[in-house]
């Protein structure tokens, strides 16, 4: 499969989508740009990344000139899918919580959803549950230290396991928590942390992401005529590369010798 793929997060989390799509397509070129001057996201207010999307969107574009745009985030696919599409003219592929296969999957009706608390107020998220849920409990926790969390374990860096057991626990502590068997993943990092939520999590539950599904969507809309780069993937970083050591070891772990920044 030929062509190039810029996949898109704030942080490290787009690079669980990456690998997705790399172990679906090895022959594709994937480029992966971090807004890591701006980054968390999950804790910005809507109309700083209503502003910024569109134009991070625009420039990165611009420069690597991808075949397809992969927003690999929920917080931000959750409020700027429609903004950034209108500003590109390359399909745009958006992240949003596995909710729908979540309230297939559940056997009590009650599933737990892990997310941004930009993800967990979103109009959006309401939406998908208002579409693909009516019937099951959908209960959801919004975290920043999980995403914190998971780039700190992305790069090696020791985290207690403690501090999953806290960060997770409200999910469960919640009114009705006790009956969660399934538990969305919906933020991007978070499957990197699936071992420590795991060994962490009160009871057993089923983890579920979307990073296949979106690999798979990322691969129907990309143009049959795309062409080959003959170049591997390089990494794309919203302020200097000396700011961001942590990203640019994770980058390397993922296989992206090659880091450029850009000024947004
Ligand atoms: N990885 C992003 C997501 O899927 C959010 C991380 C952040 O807060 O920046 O929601």
Not at 128 to 134: G, K, P
Not at 182 to 202: Q, S
Not at 225 to 254: D, H, I, K, Y
Request: net charge neutral; with cysteine.
């Amino acid at each position: 499969m030929n062509g190039k793929v810029l996949v898109f997060d704030s942080g490290m989390g787009g690079l669980t989508v990456a690998r997705e799509l790399r172990a679906l397509a090895p022959s594709l070129t994937v480029d992966y740009a971090a807004d890591s001057g701006f980054f968390p996201y999950g804790d910005k207010s809507d109309e700083a990344l209503r502003d910024r999307l569109p134009r991070v969107a625009a420039a990165l574009c611009a420069q690597v000139q991808p075949d397809v745009f992969v927003i690999a985030c929920n917080t931000a696919s959750t409020l700027a899918l429609d903004v950034v599409r209108k500003g590109l003219k390359i399909p745009v592929v958006g992240t949003v919580p596995a909710i729908k296969p979540a309230a297939k999957l559940t056997r009590t009706g009650t599933i737990g959803l892990l997310a941004t608390p930009g993800t967990v107020r979103r109009a959006y998220t309401a939406q998908l549950i208002e579409d693909f849920a009516q019937d099951v409990r959908v209960i959801m926790h919004g975290s920043v230290d999980l995403v914190r969390m998971a780039e700190q374990i992305a790069a090696g860096d020791p985290v207690a396991l403690e501090a999953f057991r806290a960060a997770q626990a409200p999910l469960f502590e919640a009114e009705g928590g006790e009956a969660i068997d399934t538990v969305v993943l919906a933020c991007t990092h978070f499957p990197l942390i699936r071992g420590e939520l795991a060994a962490t999590v009160p009871r057993p539950v089923t983890f579920i992401d979307s990073g296949e599904a979106i690999a798979r969507q990322t691969l129907r809309v990309l143009p049959e005529n795309a062409a080959p780069t003959g170049s591997s993937g390089r990494l794309w970083l919203t302020n200097a590369p000396g700011q961001n050591q942590r990203l640019v070891e994770v980058g390397r772990r993922f296989g992206f010798a090659h880091v450029n920044a850009l000024q947004i």
